[in-house]
Structures are given as C-alpha cells and as structure tokens.
C-alpha cells in the first residue's frame, strides 16, 4: 500500500502515461489528487476516524505492519460524505468498493471518490437501513429489513421473494453461491442455501444439522466468508468473539478461535466483522475495543495488527464494518499501464524490424 504523492517526475508532481508512437509522460502536479495504492493483503476497514464523532470513512491497513491510510473519508475524495457508521464493506466485481452508508455507496479505490448507488432518493423500490451489500453477478443485493436485488445503474430495487426478515428470518451476513446465496441466518442461527429468485432456502449447518459447536440463541452471528479451501467461516459474539469454520457439504462446525481456542486477546463478545485473505489468514474487528485482529487459522491464535500502539497513521474507533481483504489480483490501473508499457515496447519493436528491413535493402543496392 503506497500513498502516490511524489513519483519519478520529482516531488509534488504524478505520471501520466500515453502509449502510441511513442511512450509520453506528463507530469501533473499532485497537490490536488488524492490516491492509495491498494495492494494485494491490505485489509480495507470502516471507522470512525480520529476521535470527534463526526468523521466516518475508510481505511486502508497494511497486513504486515499495521500502519493506516485513509483511503476515503470527509477529507479524501469527492462526493457524498459519510454520514454516520459504515456497517458494509466489500469489493465489487470491478474492483470498487461497495459500501454501505447513506444508502449503497461506491467508492473508487484509487481517489476515495464516492458515488450513490441507491438510496431513499435514488432508485425506486422498498428500501430499509441494510447491515450487508454483495455484489452477484450482474446484481448487487442488500439485506437490512429485507433481502433486496439492487440494480447498479439505477439504484431500483425489489425484494426478493420470501426474503423479509422477520422473528424467523434474520441475515447479517451472505454469500453468493453459484444463482443461489449463502446466508447467516441469525433468527435461528443456522447457515442456509437461499435461491434468490424464489425465495426457498435449505439449511446447511445448524443445531440439528451437522455436528460441532453450535451459536446459542442471544449470541449473534454477524458475518460469514469463504476460506480459500472452500469452507465457510462464521463471524459471532459467541465464544469471545469467536470464528466458527462450517464444512458446507456435511455442515459440520469447528470453533477456529474463541475462548479456549488460540491465544491471544479477546473482544468479550463485541467483534464478528471478518475478513480472510488468501492465504486463509483471518482478520477480525472490534468495534468498542477500536482494533484489528489477524487470527492464525491453523492454532486460532490471536495477534493485534491495528490499534492505538500498534502501526501509524489516523486513529480509529469504533470499527464498524467488514474487514474486506483486497483480493490477490492484479490491479487495474498495473493492467493499464503494463498494457501502455507493452504497447510501446511493441511500437519500438516494430521500428527496429522497419529500421532493419531498410537497411538490408540499402545494403543489397
């Protein structure tokens, strides 16, 4: 992760690359732009920011020291501002962020500009305060006072069928799973399969399917992610805090960490955002204790990467959303500029051939 201020075109100034005839780059002073470098394993967060109650934003963690960038906040970027907690964040199929404050936000991950998606006054259908947004294929759905598909370039929304939650039905936390989703149901606290067109769900793990430690009622279930083997880790305010891994096949639970798995502090309940990365290294955040966990999923040991004494940059509190692992792909603007790179390479390779034709004919002359 890299805060791009300064560059090869001295300080204060940032390349832009053109690819055609010839390689350009032009120096634009970068006083005004705002940009993070996001690089696979960083773990994107969302907070309250320093400690005056009024900012609300995004930050980016490095995995290995623990030192925060604001990726997107009140400061950094343009548009809608966040107006209170964050409960979601997550990445979109196109490498964006989806979050969720004053409605469904995107934000873009190279200046922290924020755009609404949808929200009360953007996109018609029912809308309800959501607690999760993931995008399924060309979907975006949320849950809140109800499961909803959300189209991304109008905002509309529409319930999906049968998917209100109501005293049975309660969804923190889901997946998507081929057209179907997995879910979190914390009413029941059991883990289903949910067709989001007809609205039938099946149950894969709960305290009558699959063996293992099972969430009791009271003890919420606040997330759920996949490992990279394919399993499922569960977020709760059970056990500590602790990260149930449920074998989506045979639905049985294993407690990963908690109290009496692994070492290290707890949140005493008050934790459950989770993300992996992918390595199968978990992260996992508290939101009165202001920290960020990294959980060894092997021994469940647990280990403080981010908080008050530990890594540098802006002091948060109150971390509220998912912890969203950047995934381990390349970035889109390495794609672009390996792209121009490449495209001038082939440029100059082709003067050469020409050059070399040229030459030959002169020579037989």
Not at 185 to 193: F, H, K, L, P, T
Not at 202 to 215: A, E, R, W
């Amino acid at each position: 992760m890299a805060s791009n201020e300064s560059s090869c075109c001295g300080r204060g100034f940032f390349p832009i690359v053109f690819a055609g005839a010839w390689l350009v780059i032009i120096c634009v002073r970068a006083s005004a732009v705002h940009a993070v470098t996001l690089s696979p394993g960083d773990v994107v967060i969302g907070a309250e920011i320093g400690s005056t109650d009024t900012d609300y934003g995004l930050i980016v963690v490095d995995p290995v020291t623990g030192d925060r960038t604001i990726l997107s906040d009140n400061t950094h970027g343009t548009g809608p501002t966040f107006s209170g907690t964050i409960p979601s964040v997550t990445f979109a199929s196109d490498g964006s962020l989806l979050v969720g404050a004053n409605g469904l936000m995107r934000v873009d991950p190279a200046t922290g500009n924020r755009t609404i998606i949808s929200s009360p006054s953007v996109g018609t259908g029912p809308y309800d305060q959501f607690t999760a947004a993931r995008q399924v294929g060309s979907q975006i759905i949320l849950s809140g006072g109800s499961l909803l598909n959300v189209d991304p370039t109008t905002g509309n929304r529409t319930q999906i069928p049968g998917a209100s939650l109501t005293s049975t039905f309660a969804v923190y936390g889901f997946l998507p799973n081929g057209s179907d989703l997995i879910i979190a149901n914390e009413a029941i606290n059991s883990v289903e399969r949910l067709d989001p067109i007809t609205g039938t769900t099946i149950v894969i793990s709960s305290n009558t399917v699959g063996s293992g430690p099972f969430v009791p009622q009271g003890k919420n279930l606040t997330d759920v992610e996949y490992g990279p083997s394919g399993n499922l880790y569960i977020g709760t305010t059970y056990a500590g805090a602790g990260i149930i891994s449920v074998n989506p096949v045979t639905g049985d639970r294993t407690l990963v960490t908690g109290i009496g798995v692994g070492t290290g502090p707890f949140f005493g309940g008050d934790g459950g955002q989770i993300g992996v990365a992918a390595d199968g290294t978990l992260y996992e955040g508290g939101f009165l204790a202001s920290t960020l966990v990294q959980v060894d999923p092997a021994t469940g040991n647990r280990t403080i990467l981010s908080d008050a004494t530990h890594g540098t940059g802006p002091l948060f509190k109150q971390l509220t959303a998912a912890c969203a692992v950047v995934p381990n792909v390349p970035e889109p603007s390495t794609i672009i500029l390996a792209t121009l790179g490449g495209l001038a390479m082939l440029a100059y390779g082709r003067r050469k051939q020409t050059r070399a034709r040229n030459s030959l004919a002169r020579n037989k002359l």
